[in-house]
């Protein structure tokens, strides 16, 4: 699968060396750097990583992902997507496994308009995890 087209960022993610990260965790600090608040503070907000699914009938996990993160995509601009890409590419989740700049930047224009089409059609956001 190649990464560069924006319709996969989000996908990319999972794939190769990407498969070490925890969603549930990344997902919590994008969310506490794009909306000012801490880590705990985030991951303790409604539907923040809500296991939606059981992994025992099928070894994929679906979560939940907040109001607030959606609401923040969607309404960020390209300047935000691009400032918050560099926070959230050092955080210790991301760095380790190697994840770029450039690479956050795009999951972010994805992430960004998916979350664009669920806020107009007034639906949420969830990920889903295989291992």
Known sequence: ???D??????KCLRHGRRENIDPVVAIAHLEAIM???SYEEASGRPRSGHLLSDPEEGGAFV???TDTLTTALASASQD????FAEPWSKTD???QIGISVEFT?????????LAQRAHTSGQQLYCWWAL
Do not use: H, I, N, W
Request: positive net charge.
């Open 1 to 3: 699968m190649r990464c």
């Open 5 to 10: 087209d924006q319709r996969t960022k989000v």
């Open 35 to 37: 909306t000012g608040c």
């Open 63 to 65: 979560v939940s992902l």
């Open 80 to 83: 935000d997507l691009v400032r």
């Open 93 to 95: 989740e991301l760095r």
């Open 105 to 113: 930047a795009g999951v972010l224009e994805a992430l960004a308009g």
